[in-house]
T-cell receptor
Framework: AQSVTQLGSHVSVSEGALVLLRCNYS??????LFWYVQYPNQGLQLLLK??????LVKGINGFEAEFKKSETSFHLTKPSAHMSDAAEYFC????????????FGTGTRLKVLA | DGGITQSPKYLFRKEGQNVTLSCEQN?????MYWYRQDPGQGLRLIYY???????QKGDIAEGYSVSREKKESFPLTVTSAQKNPTAFYLC???????????FGNGTRLTVT
């Protein structure tokens, strides 16, 4: 069965510091992977996605993620945190063939310290 | 602009009452979903529909019902059988099984 694990339910970084949010997945087939961001009382917004091809994926707001098959990881990074990055971030895996069930991690709340 | 509209943003109901949450999309997506979000628990799938007039239970369907009479619409009814209905409800849609989900802005339901 597919699963997604996000290490760290809360992460704090200083403004201007590197942001690293961890995501590990398990899947019996090569997955499509997604990162979403959620601001308070809003829906989820797609940050970036990995389908096939280049393993380093660039997204919106300066975020990027690298697909590492050997480590079954898809960690999200941003070189320099901004106050506006404070939000909750979710990693997700696409459905396996024949289903429409996306699998989400439990989320990581990012706090940016001034 | 294409997107998903959920209404209302906030909903208050008394215990024992059924309530229906609206979800409309103009993205021409075949698949639609309902998720429930509680603090610290991520997103849990309630129901999903791949095509008009067809839908499947998700992981926590008990106490909920849906309909999919039109491609654009996927309303969720929270029935009085749902033991703990207070939560944030998110509707989403996708073009195909591997496409990203597009989310609405959610409905926060409070039942007292």
């Amino acid at each position: 069965a597919q699963s997604v694990t996000q290490l760290g339910s809360h992460v704090s970084v200083s403004e201007g510091a590197l942001v690293l949010l961890r995501c590990n997945y398990s899947s019996s087939v090569p997955p499509y992977l997604f990162w979403y961001v959620q601001y308070p009382n809003q829906g989820l917004q797609l940050l970036l996605k990995y389908t096939t091809g280049a393993t380093l994926v660039k997204g919106i707001n300066g975020f990027e993620a690298e697909f590492k098959k050997s480590e079954t990881s898809f960690h999200l990074t941003k070189p320099s945190a901004h106050m506006s990055d404070a939000a909750e971030y979710f990693c997700a895996v696409s459905p396996t063939s024949g289903t429409y069930k996306y699998i989400f991690g439990t989320g990581t709340r990012l706090k940016v310290l001034a | 602009d294409g997107g998903i509209t959920q209404s209302p943003k906030y909903l208050f109901r008394k215990e024992g009452q059924n309530v229906t949450l609206s979800c409309e999309q103009n993205l021409n997506h075949d698949a639609m979903y309902w998720y429930r979000q509680d603090p610290g628990q991520g997103l849990r799938l309630i129901y999903y529909s791949q095509i008009v007039n067809d839908f499947q239970k998700g992981d926590i369907a008990e106490g909920y019902s849906v309909s999919r009479e039109k491609k654009e619409s996927f309303p969720l009814t929270v029935t009085s059988a749902q033991k703990n209905p207070t939560a944030f409800y998110l509707c989403a849609s996708s073009a195909a099984g591997n496409s990203p989900l597009h989310f609405g802005n959610g409905t926060r339901l409070t039942v007292t």
